[in-house]
């Protein structure tokens, strides 16, 4: 069974307070792996896909990098806008055609000006 | 906004009743997921359509069910409704890829629902 896994579950920072959000994940095939971004009570934003190892892309204030078992969110001298819930989903095939994805259950980052 | 679009927005209903909720993708969009989300358990995948027909299915209990019409809109059927229901639904969408494979979902606002 395809698992993902977030940590921290909340994270606290000053504004300008460089930080790390950690996506670790199990599961047979990795096709992509997905970051969002939710804020409360609407829909999640996608961010990134990265598909293999190695692979990093950017975002303003976001970099998402990817291992062989974790991926990692980089924020760099965030902001209190960036304060959301940021959550990591993996694909992977799961038959008749389809890829599913597996969802971690998310960091919720506060800025504090 | 991310182009999908989801009614209503919010939904109070009792136990025991029978609820839709709807759902039209992206324009040009074939695949449309739904999602339910709780407190506790996160977002959870429910079940997938792909251009009319039923994809793929996830945690959706047997007395919840989904349909995909010709202009790519859907809706998900929500009955027999208990306390547990209670939770954001989400449904999103998202264009055939060149292996259908890594093509990103675009979520909706989301449907509020609360079983009294």
């Known amino acids: 069974e395809d698992q993902v896994t977030q940590s921290p579950e909340a994270l606290r920072l000053q504004e300008g307070e460089s930080s790390s959000l950690n996506c670790s994940y199990t599961?047979?095939?990795?096709?992509?792996l997905f970051w969002y971004r939710q804020d409360p009570g609407k829909g999640p934003e996608f961010l990134f896909t990265?598909?293999?190892a190695g692979e990093e892309k950017e975002k303003e204030r976001l970099k998402a990098t990817l291992t062989k078992k974790e991926s990692f969110l980089h924020i760099t001298a965030p902001k209190p806008e960036d304060s959301a819930t940021y959550l990591c989903?993996?694909?992977?095939?799961?038959?008749?055609?389809?890829?599913?994805?597996?969802f971690g259950k998310g960091t919720k980052l506060s800025v504090i000006p | 906004d991310s182009g999908v679009t989801q009614t209503p927005k919010h939904l109070i209903t009792a136990t025991g009743q029978r609820v839709t909720l709807r759902c039209s993708p992206r324009?040009?969009?074939?695949?449309v997921y739904w999602y339910q989300q709780s407190l506790d358990q996160g977002l959870q995948f429910l079940i997938q359509?792909?251009?009319?027909?039923?994809?793929a299915k996830g945690n959706i209990l047997e007395r919840f069910s989904a349909q995909q019409f010709p202009d790519l809109h859907s809706e998900l059927n929500l009955s027999s409704l208990e306390l547990g229901d209670s939770a954001l639904y989400f449904c999103?969408?998202?264009?055939?890829?060149?292996?259908?494979?890594?093509?990103?979902?675009?979520f909706g606002p989301g449907t509020r629902l609360t079983v009294l």
């Open positions: 324009s040009g969009d074939l695949s």
């Open positions: 990265l598909y293999s």
């Open positions: 999103a969408s998202s264009a055939p890829g060149r292996d259908r494979a890594n093509n990103e979902q675009f």
């Open positions: 359509y792909y251009n009319g027909e039923e994809r």
């Open positions: 599961v047979s095939g990795l096709r992509g």
């Open positions: 989903a993996v694909q992977a095939y799961s038959g008749a055609g389809s890829y599913q994805l597996t």
